[in-house]
C-alpha cells in the first residue's frame, strides 16, 4: 500500500468545543473506540498540553499477553480544532518508545452548532525496523475509523442525534 494513512470525516450537529472536551478525556476513549480493543484509561486526568503522557488498558486476541497496555503521548493540543497522540509502549527497561503512528482528530466548526470531524490514523513515520516485524498497518478495517466517528458523536451529543456524512444535505439519516 503506498498510502500511509486513513481517514473518516462525520458532520456531528454539537459544537466544537464539546466535541473537543469529549476528545480531551481518556475516560471516554473506550467507548469512542470501534474496534473494541481500548479497555479502561490508567490516567483519567484531561489532555491539557503537547507532551502530556496517558496510558490505557487495551485488548486483543492476537496480542501475545491478550491484556496490555498503551503509552500514548499527545503530539497535538490546538482546542477546540485539533488534538492528536502517538501510541507506543513502555519497554522492559522502563523507557517509552513510540512506534511512529499518530491519531488525529481535526474538527472544523460549521457554525455555532455543527463541526465536521475528520479522524486521521497515519503509520509513516513507523521506522523500518518495526514494519519488517510483519505488522499490518492500519491494523484494522476501513469501518473502524468510521465506526469511532459515531461513537464520539453519541458521546458528544447532549441527547440522542442523527449524525451525517460530510457532503449529505442536511435532514439525511444513517
Known amino acids: 500500500m503506498d498510502q500511509e494513512s486513513v481517514s473518516a470525516t ?11 472536551a469529549v476528545l480531551a478525556d481518556p475516560t471516554t476513549h473506550a467507548a469512542i473506540d470501534g474496534t473494541g480493543w481500548v479497555q479502561q484509561p490508567v490516567d483519567r486526568a484531561p489532555l491539557t498540553e503537547v507532551g502530556q503522557i ?14 496490555y497496555e498503551v503509552v500514548n ?22 523507557r517509552l518508545e513510540f512506534g511512529g503512528w499518530i491519531w488525529r482528530y481535526d474538527l472544523t466548526p460549521l457554525g455555532w452548532s455543527e463541526t465536521e470531524v475528520t479522524l486521521t490514523y497515519d ?18 478495517g476501513p469501518e473502524h475509523l468510521t465506526n469511532s466517528l459515531h461513537h464520539l458523536a453519541e458521546l458528544a451529543a447532549p441527547t440522542s442525534r442523527t449524525c451525517r456524512p460530510s457532503g449529505q444535505a ?5
Open 123 to 140: 503509520w509513516s513515520a513507523v521506522p523500518q525496523y518495526i514494519r519488517e516485524r510483519g505488522i499490518q498497518f492500519p491494523p484494522f
Open 54 to 67: 496517558f496510558r490505557m488498558g487495551m485488548y486483543h486476541a492476537n496480542h501475545p499477553n491478550g491484556d
Open 10 to 20: 462525520l458532520t456531528f450537529p454539537v459544537p466544537a468545543a464539546r466535541v473537543f
Open 170 to 174: 442536511p435532514g439525511g439519516r444513517l
Open 73 to 94: 503521548k499527545v503530539q497535538v493540543l490546538d482546542p477546540p480544532r485539533a488534538i492528536g497522540w502517538l501510541t507506543g509502549q513502555k519497554t522492559s527497561d522502563g
